[in-house]
């Protein structure tokens, strides 16, 4: 595995792959990786000749009170772990040559990244989608590996592709979960003993619509009241939202008609910690 920190390298590596013809999939990734992250770079290496995994904690879509100077960071244990999920090309590159002095320039989509997670965090997704095209750039990939885990995230980048006409395939991997059902997250370690065995409040509460739905419950209203009922049952849950929304639109939905795909998603802190999740059902 070859390790790069230069823009300028990386971006002539990408050229000279190709120019032999190679297909380049890039995993976008801040590093602290996890099974879930494994998963993804597994799926980039069946759909490309070489692998680039990226590490970059991206200040730009982190707010001013959130974890971007505690977010966790283990460089070398991340590159042992790409490297033995089939990874070539580890690329890291630092803060101040992606956003050099004078840097004024943002990707910013409307619509789609102003709900959900938007209401609450209304800087991040331009962080994102800032990045993430710079990383096309660099990297100059055929096909890009994402998470359904952060589902706003993906349906946010697959908008920027589209409208921007970038020559990228999308590709969103399923969620990986713990034995216990949490959805795996770097932010996970924040979690003491007792707030580890309270998150399972989420995954519990998507199984509970899931089991709803499939009894006959279509109403959005009920299914949320009861998903909030048994999250609000464990002492350190905080709620920041629950929904049930269109799958490609993300606008909410009051009932659920036969053929539609919602996406039942969450975002709750477990004591000084906020987790996500979600879940894609077809009626």
Same mark, same amino acid.
């Not at 001013?64 to 990874?87: K, W």
């Not at 003993?193 to 509970?208: F, G, H, I, N, T």
């Not at 959005?220 to 939202?241: G, K």
């Not at 969450?266 to 004591?271: P, S």
């Given at each position: 595995?070859?390790?790069?920190?230069?823009?300028?390298?990386?971006?002539?590596?990408?050229?000279?792959?190709?120019?032999?013809?190679?297909?380049?999939?890039?995993?976008?990734?801040?590093?602290?990786?996890?099974?879930?992250?494994?998963?993804?770079?597994?799926?980039?290496?069946?759909?490309?000749?070489?692998?680039?995994?990226?590490?970059?904690?991206?200040?730009?879509?982190?707010?001013?009170?959130?974890?971007?100077?505690?977010?966790?960071?283990?460089?070398?244990?991340?590159?042992?772990?790409?490297?033995?999920?089939?990874?070539?090309?580890?690329?890291?590159?630092?803060?101040?040559?992606?956003?050099?002095?004078?840097?004024?320039?943002?990707?910013?989509?409307?619509?789609?990244?102003?709900?959900?997670?938007?209401?609450?965090?209304?800087?991040?997704?331009?962080?994102?989608?800032?990045?993430?095209?710079?990383?096309?750039?660099?990297?100059?990939?055929?096909?890009?590996?994402?998470?359904?885990?952060?589902?706003?995230?993906?349906?946010?980048?697959?908008?920027?592709?589209?409208?921007?006409?970038?020559?990228?395939?999308?590709?969103?991997?399923?969620?990986?979960?713990?034995?216990?059902?949490?959805?795996?997250?770097?932010?996970?370690?924040?979690?003491?003993?007792?707030?580890?065995?309270?998150?399972?409040?989420?995954?519990?509460? %998507?199984?509970?619509?899931?089991? $709803? &739905?499939?009894?006959?419950?279509?109403?959005?209203? @009920? =299914? /949320?009241?009861?998903?909030?009922?048994?999250?609000?049952?464990?002492?350190?849950?905080?709620?920041?939202?629950?929904?049930?929304?269109?799958?490609?639109?993300?606008?909410?939905?009051?009932?659920?008609?036969?053929?539609?795909?919602? %996406?039942?998603?969450?975002?709750? $802190? &477990?004591?000084?910690?906020?987790?996500?999740?979600? @879940? =894609? /059902?077809?009626?």
């Amino acid at each position: 595995m070859n390790i790069i920190n230069s823009i300028s390298e990386m971006q002539h590596a990408a050229d000279a792959l190709r120019c032999e013809g190679k297909r380049i999939g890039v995993v976008p990734t801040m590093g602290y990786l996890h099974e879930g992250h494994l998963s993804l770079i597994r799926t980039a290496k069946k759909k490309s000749d070489v692998v680039v995994t990226t590490i970059f904690v991206n200040p730009a879509q982190f707010g001013p009170n959130e974890d971007l100077s505690r977010y966790p960071r283990d460089l070398d244990r991340d590159t042992r772990l790409a490297e033995s999920a089939g990874t070539n090309i580890l690329f890291v590159p630092n803060e101040k040559e992606m956003y050099p002095e004078g840097y004024h320039t943002y990707v910013n989509v409307e619509k789609v990244s102003e709900v959900l997670e938007g209401n609450f965090r209304p800087t991040h997704f331009r962080g994102v989608t800032t990045v993430v095209a710079k990383l096309f750039n660099i990297t100059k990939p055929h096909v890009a590996v994402f998470g359904q885990k952060d589902a706003q995230q993906a349906a946010v980048v697959r908008q920027m592709v589209k409208d921007l006409n970038f020559d990228v395939e999308i590709i969103v991997a399923p969620i990986v979960r713990e034995p216990d059902g949490l959805a795996m997250s770097s932010r996970n370690v924040y979690l003491s003993p007792d707030e580890r065995k309270q998150a399972l409040a989420l995954s519990q509460s %998507l199984d509970l619509a899931r089991k $709803r &739905i499939a009894t006959g419950e279509k109403k959005c209203e @009920a =299914l /949320i009241a009861e998903m909030r009922e048994h999250i609000t049952s464990h002492p350190s849950a905080r709620i920041d939202y629950i929904s049930i929304a269109d799958a490609t639109t993300l606008q909410e939905l009051t009932a659920l008609d036969h053929g539609t795909t919602a %996406l039942v998603s969450l975002a709750v $802190r &477990i004591g000084s910690t906020r987790l996500i999740d979600n @879940a =894609l /059902i077809t009626i």
